[in-house]
């Protein structure tokens, strides 16, 4: 299983990005009932939160994101999503797409870099 990220990159203050997780390798009757989820790492800091969705479709968010992030999901393609809206500079970090499969398996994705100048 490998977890393929796409869509950072550099951006102004207040502007937009749209993040994307394919998880290559990974059936549908496993992706479907896992927990996903969007961390990010700032330089010199740890890796936290930003975004979790269950099964369900319940999502929780870190405090600093809410109302500017969105998590979703596309059981038919294996891909997650993090729409990104009204960005600060606070959000520059690597960012990390995760799966943790009803066996407690946990897939990393390689980190894609968002970068918001001021």
């Known amino acids: 299983v490998q977890l393929v990220e796409s869509g950072g990159g550099l951006v102004q203050a207040g502007g937009s990005l749209r993040l994307s997780c394919r998880a290559s390798?990974?059936?549908?009757?496993?992706?479907?009932?896992?927990?996903l989820a969007w961390y990010r790492q700032a330089p010199g800091k740890q890796r936290d939160l930003v975004a979790r969705?269950?099964?369900?479709?319940?999502?929780d968010y870190a405090d600093s994101v809410k109302g500017r992030f969105t998590i979703s999901r596309d059981n038919s393609r294996k891909m997650i999503y993090l729409q990104m809206n009204s960005l600060k500079p606070e959000d520059t970090a690597v960012y990390y797409c995760?799966?943790?499969?009803?066996?407690?398996?946990?897939?990393w994705g390689q980190g894609t870099q968002v970068t918001v100048s001021s």
């Open positions: 390798g990974m059936i549908t009757s496993v992706f479907n009932p896992a927990t």
């Open positions: 995760n799966i943790v499969d009803i066996r407690g398996s946990n897939y």
């Open positions: 969705m269950a099964s369900g479709a319940t999502t």
